[in-house]
């Protein structure tokens, strides 16, 4: 399929590209700005696209500017399913890319799709906006809506918990300063995430939703002696409070099981192997 793709250089997107070609596919990156609705009209006549993955998005919760994250999350995303929809022929799947930060401090483990949504932050309230966005066009476009849970891998921002801590225990530092240390995550493998939206390309149910997700959550006290246990290596955690967030969400674990009925069973790593080959990158 020729798929037009969306943050193609970030770090999900880098990594879904190779996952595509290699799967035979043709990824055609979108470059005009999501913001510049005739720009990225005209982009998309020009590909004619027989599929959509939509990964770009300011995904970062602490990012600064809280006003990117509707203007890209949402209106970008109007912006380019306006753009579909003046396609002669329509695609024959548009995967959107959602987040599972959008269920919030949920006291339900594992979580479902049909939990009700319950944003804390601004990047969450953006991705539910993005959805009920996009329903409105559900009638005419075959939109289909993940919602990942957490996922790492190399070349991931160390903005984000994971890296920094790959990063801290690569180079043998002394300590590291953490936020809240009583998180509970999944913390899957990118390669887990590329091949489940892959795969609901091909057979994901238009106007469903779907967690991308493992099922298995890890504690942040697990994650430091799994890497403790593969460099050798032990370090001082400290915490510092102005990395602690004040709605954050302590515990999130989801449930794979209806992505599964739909695309079969997921690729097995476990958080080891993941935390391996991002050291290994690392060096």
């Known amino acids: 399929m020729k798929i037009l793709l969306t943050g193609a250089s970030g770090f999900t997107g880098l990594f879904f590209k190779t996952q595509a070609q290699k799967n035979g596919h043709t990824v055609m990156p979108l470059v005009a700005d999501l ?3 005739a720009a990225v009209t005209a982009e998309v006549l020009n590909a004619q696209p027989e599929a959509v993955v939509h990964l770009a998005a300011i995904s970062f919760v602490g990012h600064a500017d809280e ?3 509707y203007s890209v999350n949402v209106v970008g995303s109007s912006n380019l399913l306006s753009a579909l929809m003046t396609l002669p022929i329509k695609p024959k799947c548009v995967l959107l890319a959602s987040s599972a930060n959008i269920y919030g401090n949920c006291n339900t483990s594992p979580i479902f799709e049909s ?3 319950a944003p804390v932050n601004h990047y969450a309230i953006s991705k539910l906006s993005m959805e009920l966005m996009a329903a409105t066009y559900f009638h005419s476009l075959p939109i289909v809506i993940s919602r990942p849970f957490n996922y790492t891998g190399p070349g991931q921002s160390a903005n984000f918990l994971i890296p920094k801590l790959v990063s801290h225990f690569a180079r043998k530092a002394d300590f590291i300063e953490l936020g809240n240390l009583h998180v509970e995550r999944e913390f899957n493998d990118v390669r887990i995430v590329c091949d489940a939206y892959l795969h609901l390309l091909q057979r994901g149910v238009s106007g469903q939703t779907y967690n991308i997700c493992t099922g298995v959550p890890h504690r942040l006290a697990h994650v430091i002696e799994t890497l403790q246990s593969l460099t050798g290596h032990s370090i001082t955690v400290k915490v510092n409070p102005s990395f602690i967030r004040p709605n954050e969400v302590r515990r999130l674990c989801g449930s794979p099981a209806k992505l599964q009925a739909c695309i079969g069973s ?7 192997q993941t935390l391996q080959w991002m050291l290994n990158e690392a060096v």
Not at 266 to 272: N, Q, V
């Open 67 to 69: 006003a990117a994250f």
């Open 266 to 272: 997921l690729p097995e790593i476990t958080l080891a």
């Open 35 to 37: 913001t510049d609705k």
């Open 115 to 117: 939990q009700q949504p």
